[in-house]
């Protein structure tokens, strides 16, 4: 499945879709957040965060092909609000 199936899956429907983004990302983002954080506790709960972004604002997502470096993009901001 691609991003934008991915996308419209959790548009519909959003339980299985946002699980089937986390499993697509879910490592990948954690391992980029504490890349930035340096600390597992602290990249545990900036993923956490992310997700609920996620969540929120996915129907903002204009063009689902993108939904990787969105998904990056609200990570690092996580990160970065975790980090001051």
């Known amino acids: 499945m691609n991003d934008a199936a991915l996308v419209g899956l959790a548009l519909t429907n959003p339980q299985q879709g946002v699980a ?11 391992n980029y957040c ?10 545990g ?14 129907n903002q997502l204009r063009d689902p092909d993108k939904l990787r470096p969105w998904l990056y ?12």
């Open 20 to 30: 089937a983004i986390y499993d697509r990302y879910g490592t990948s983002l954690f």
């Open 34 to 43: 504490y890349s930035i954080l340096r600390s597992q506790a602290d990249a």
């Open 45 to 58: 709960d900036a993923l956490q965060e992310s997700f609920v972004t996620v969540i929120g604002k996915l």
């Open 73 to 84: 993009a609200i990570a690092r901001n996580q990160c970065f609000k975790q980090h001051r």
